[in-house]
């Protein structure tokens, strides 16, 4: 009895010092954001003055810039979702042969850096040496490119692209389980096809439909790595990129005003996370499979299948394959060139040795590292501990837990960025990696939740309860019980989090300083100067690391895994 109560009373001290952990990872950067954009500087915090937000808000270029915003995030989020339904209605309701390309759709091209992706189309289609538009410039002895990447509606097709595995994986499972006798009734009752699809299909799965649309607008909101990498180069300016001048260019920067500005997007990010969380709690309104017999079938492509699946390749070959050989390719040849026998002949390894030779490269090469491996690891044990929370300890508390854990969801990076600005510039961590480590825990928090909490359910609390009946603590149990359950779902928390560490832009092209730069930042660095060859080396460094620290992970989970069955003797 007294065992229990020491557990009970552990549980108990643990939830509060969570809250309070996790209280100041997504609540700090807010409270300071709010306070900056009231203060007239970094040197003069909390100096009461409504100076930033009339200098913000009277200013002329900002009403453009809102317009490019809601084009921008309206635009991506009905490319991405109308690929996802074309991908998705293919998936599940066709014959199309080779369907393990959609699961690499799916997942894939998460593991692609978006700044990488963003720069391998402007290595395509920028207007002045852009690869396609050399060749169709050659082809057709055009005078002026055909295409321009740095404009509105480059911007949302890249954005759209990078987004559609996301708008996949919500429309995919609502698809998968639509009883497919209501299309046949329409069908029976003398309905096309299209006119089904238009009429049953379609108006069912709305909330499927909206929530994508919501959240692929969230992420084009937050997103940062198309705005700077394609938006700027052709003046093209959305908040993200309005924040980042403010900071970022001119004689000194003003964080004031980029607060002032901040908070707009923060707004603007509040109020689609609670639409979309609206949206998903609508879905039981849309139920069509009951206890009945439920029965998929498949629509016969016919003379399509060949065309469709083509179609199918292409994407693949333009998420996956494109952006990396173009890298590849830019990595080896002295300038923009179209590939030629005579460029072929022309490659070496310059931009690769000036890479190696680099020492800021290469710094940030070993920051990113640092930052993947020391922050994954310390973001996950940091998820564990909430997430046994969330599952275990039933409590208000846990509750009040589970609300902040996941606030910081909807929160631009750049904005968090700014916020834990205003706070590092009065510690000591101000200007270290400690500053972008704690930036990132504070920003991927909910990825690394949300892995762990499905696996915390799987796991029955008599296990728990028998070690603990034969004297086992809280600790004790954890350890020798839960963790060993736990690998799969720690390790793809800690991938998870190892690559979005690696790759970050958004919260770092704030904290970052000189001496702690990253690889994203270097990147980025790169493609402002136009210094091509070697941002395309140090990119393919960048996806080699980050390839590595999955791999690993993956097989040491693997192994981990197993010498718990030979323990076990499974």
Known sequence: ????????????????????????????????????????????????????????????????????????????????????LFLAYLNTRSNIPFKFLFQIISIVPMMIPHILFAVSWALLLNPSNGLINLLLKQMFNLEHSPFNIYSLPGMILVEGL?????????????????DISLEESSKVCGSSNLRTLRKITLPILRPAILASITLVAIRSLESFAVPSALGMPGRVYLLSTHIYRIIA????????????????????????????????????????????????????????????????????????????LVLLYTSFVPYSMVPSFKAFGMMSLKHWLSILKDPVSLLSLKNSLFLGIVGATLGVILTFFVSYTIVKVRTPA???????????????????????????????????????????????????????????????????????????????????????????????AWILMASMFVRELSVSVVLSRPGNEVLAVQILRFAEDGLWGKLSALGILMILASTTLVVLASIVGTRLTKLRGEREGV
Not at 165 to 175: K, Q
Not at 441 to 461: C, D, E, K, N
């Open 1 to 84: 009895m007294s065992r229990s109560l020491s557990i009970y009373g552990t549980r108990r001290a643990l939830t509060p010092i969570l809250i309070v952990m996790v209280g100041f990872l997504t609540i700090c950067p807010v409270a300071m954001l709010l306070l900056g954009s009231f203060s007239e500087g970094l040197g003069a915090f909390g100096t009461f003055t409504l100076e930033k937000y009339i200098k913000s808000y009277t200013d002329p270029e900002l009403i453009d810039i809102i317009v490019n915003t809601l084009v921008f995030i309206v635009g991506s989020a009905l490319v991405a979702t109308s690929l996802a």
């Open 162 to 178: 990078l987004d559609l595995p996301v708008a996949y994986l919500i429309i995919a499972p609502a698809m998968a389980s639509f």
């Open 249 to 324: 260019t001119g004689f000194s920067a003003d964080y004031g005003k980029a607060a002032a500005v901040g908070m707009s997007a923060l707004a603007a990010s509040i109020t689609l996370i609670v639409l979309y969380r609206h949206l998903t709690s609508e879905r039981e309104k849309y139920v069509t499979i009951s206890s009945r017999g439920y029965r998929p079938a498949l629509i016969d492509l016919h003379g399509w299948k060949v065309p469709l699946f083509i179609i199918v390749a292409l994407l693949c070959f333009t998420l996956i394959v494109l952006p990396v």
């Open 398 to 492: 846990s509750g009040i837990l589970e609300s902040l854990s996941f606030l910081s969801f909807s929160f631009p990076g750049i904005v968090i960025g700014v916020g834990f600005m205003w706070f590092f510039v009065r510690t000591p961590l101000y200007a270290t990696l400690g500053s972008l480590l704690i930036g990132y825990i504070a920003t991927y928090l909910p990825y690394g939740i949300r892995p762990l909490t499905s696996a915390f359910v799987q796991i029955h609390r008599d296990l728990e309860e028998s070690s603990r009946v034969c004297g086992g603590g809280m600790f004790y149990t954890l350890r020798r019980i839960v963790v060993p359950l736990l690998i799969p779902g720690i390790v793809s």
